[in-house]
């Protein structure tokens, strides 16, 4: 029981002051800084590296430095004010079509170690949807690594595997031999 009361204490109330130790900001890929860019794929680097590396994907850090890049991206960057201000989360999304249908793709959501489980990442995702509303689209898509824990995360907040997504597959030993990552989505209300 007292875990769950701490939980609770360290949950961030974003309606509240605590807010104000962050700074939130939203840009196109071509007017984020180098320094932020670089902030982004230091970050998205020391969250899955090992993940990339363990997958079939590979980690490939030009590809995923161009892909970060990429024309139509809109990043939304937190920073925590502190002595120096520094980046410690930020999603990036575009509006693209998959499987003949417009979607709002999330390319990446990362958050800083020490920032999970307070109400960031929530923070982000829905900025994200409320984005959708803008862009008239009405369904959500993202990639997840299979072995990330924001699988749990997204599929609280309503995403669910995509018909689009790989499959496990049962090879004739019976193994199960489990995709190194899923396509999940959501119907958005716009």
Request: aromatic share 10%; glycine share 4%; proline share 3%.
């Amino acid at each position: 029981m007292k875990r769950k009361e701490v939980s609770r204490k360290q949950q961030i109330d974003l309606t509240e002051d605590s807010l104000r130790s962050f700074e939130v900001a939203t840009y196109k890929c071509e007017d984020l800084t180098v320094d932020d860019l670089t902030a982004c794929f230091d970050l998205v680097k020391t969250n899955l590296i090992d993940m990339y590396k363990n997958s079939k994907l590979g980690w490939h850090p030009k590809s995923k430095l161009k892909e970060m890049r990429e024309k139509g991206l809109i990043y939304i960057i937190i920073k925590t004010k502190n002595t120096q201000t520094t980046l410690t989360g930020f999603i990036s999304f575009m509006v693209t079509i998959e499987t003949d249908e417009c979607v709002i793709y999330c390319y990446e959501l990362q958050l800083s170690q020490d920032l999970r489980g307070r109400g960031l990442g929530k923070l982000l995702l829905n900025k994200m949807e409320q984005f959708s509303s803008v862009a008239r689209v009405s369904k959500s898509m993202l990639t997840v690594f299979s072995a990330n824990p924001a699988v749990k995360f997204y599929s609280k907040f309503g995403y669910k595997l995509s018909p689009t997504s790989p499959e496990a597959k049962v090879l004739r030993n019976g193994v199960v031999k489990t995709p190194s990552y899923f396509i999940m989505e959501k119907e958005l209300l716009t």
